[in-house]
């Protein structure tokens, strides 16, 4: 079962920028995907971003795209999702997740989760 420990959340004022990181241990195959999904208090779980190491493909939510960059280092076994440009609404807890294959919708799909770090823009 793949690990992962996510870090970087904080309060921030809006246009500010943070970059999260997902630490990750246990993998056992070279095709797999990483997204990252938050969930804020009241609503669902949505995907935000999505890196599949088959084909380098990244994706992103209409609702980020421009701001949010999705990256890994595969020495560190770490993959960062670099936030600028930080709205109020993107106050959430942030979880990244794992599954073996491609980037897929939805949450049900991805095996393995992270604890979560708290993301909060407010002036």
């Known amino acids: 079962q793949v690990q992962f420990v996510e870090s970087g959340g904080g309060l921030v004022q809006p246009g500010g920028s943070l970059r999260l990181s997902c630490a990750a241990s246990?993998?056992?195959?070279?095709?797999?995907?990483i997204g990252w999904f938050r969930q804020a208090p009241g609503k669902e779980r949505e995907g935000v971003s999505c890196?599949?190491?088959?084909?380098?493909?990244?994706y992103y939510a209409d609702s980020v795209k421009g701001r949010f960059t999705i990256s890994r280092d595969s020495a560190k076994n770490t993959v960062y999702l670099q936030m600028n440009s930080l709205e109020p609404e993107d106050t959430a807890v942030y979880h990244c997740?794992?599954?073996?294959?491609?980037?897929?919708?939805?949450?049900?799909?991805?095996?393995?989760w992270g604890q979560g770090t708290q993301v909060t823009v407010s002036s």
């Open positions: 890196f599949e190491s088959a084909t380098g493909d990244t």
């Open positions: 997740a794992f599954r073996g294959g491609f980037c897929v919708a939805g949450t049900l799909v991805y095996d393995s």
């Open positions: 246990g993998f056992t195959s070279n095709y797999y995907a």
